[in-house]
């Protein structure tokens, strides 16, 4: 074989090489963009589905708080029923009672310790304490209902993004 030969060879070999280099970064690059749009496609459904949970929570939400706060409005609106003028009259709410019951709403220490005062009438009817406790636990309730509903957004949520990343393994 003379020199022309094998300058022929390595030639052909060098295209045969550059041929396939081509190819092969072309076939990984068609590949990547495949996985990139299996991946996008995947995080739009995820979004997709986060959001209907997310909508589906708040739905729930709304209906119950609505229903918490009909119930502690039904509520206030009978108490001149239960708390009549006649017991307004007979039950003398202390200064003291009121002291105690303003500081654990604010969940801050009676403020100025005990009083001589803590025994005088503070002239607050007792029908106004049972509505200010009915609008309390009105509160209480709806916070109770926030607080399931985001725990329910929570795990309704990481079902989502479990169930996408089991199926992105599974691809």
Same mark, same amino acid.
């Given at each position: ?13 060098? &295209?045969? #090489?550059?041929?396939? #280099? ?5 076939? %990984? *690059?068609?590949?990547? +963009? ?16 986060? /959001?209907? $949970? ?5 739905? %729930? ?6 229903? $918490?706060?009909?119930? /502690? ?8 029923? #239960?708390?009549?003028? !006649? ?12 002291? $105690? ?6 969940? &801050?220490?009676? =403020?100025?310790?005990?009083? $001589?005062?803590?025994?005088? =009438? ?5 029908? !106004?304490?049972? =509505? ?12 109770? %209902?926030?607080?399931?509903? &985001? +725990?329910?957004?929570? *795990? %309704?949520?990481?079902?989502? *993004?479990? /169930? !996408? ?7």
């Amino acid at each position: 074989m003379n020199l022309r030969s094998w300058l022929a060879i390595a030639v052909a070999a060098g &295209l045969l #090489y550059a041929l396939g #280099y081509v190819s092969g970064a072309s076939t %990984e *690059r068609i590949k990547n +963009q495949g996985l990139d749009e299996t991946r996008l496609r995947q995080s739009f459904e995820q979004g997709q589905a986060l /959001g209907t $949970v997310k909508e589906k929570v708040v739905v %729930e939400y709304v209906d119950r708080i609505v229903k $918490v706060y009909q119930a /502690g409005a039904t509520l206030t609106k009978e108490v001149p029923i #239960y708390v009549s003028k !006649t017991a307004d009259d007979a039950c003398v709410v202390p200064d003291g009672f009121v002291r $105690v019951h303003d500081a654990g709403a604010a969940n &801050l220490p009676v =403020a100025g310790g005990p009083s $001589v005062a803590d025994g005088t =009438a503070s002239g607050l009817a007792l029908s !106004t304490v049972a =509505a200010s406790v009915v609008d309390n636990y009105s509160e209480c309730h709806a916070n109770a %209902e926030q607080l399931k509903a &985001l +725990q329910q957004w929570v *795990r %309704e949520s990481q079902a989502v *993004r479990q /169930g !996408t990343a089991a199926a992105q393994r599974q691809h």
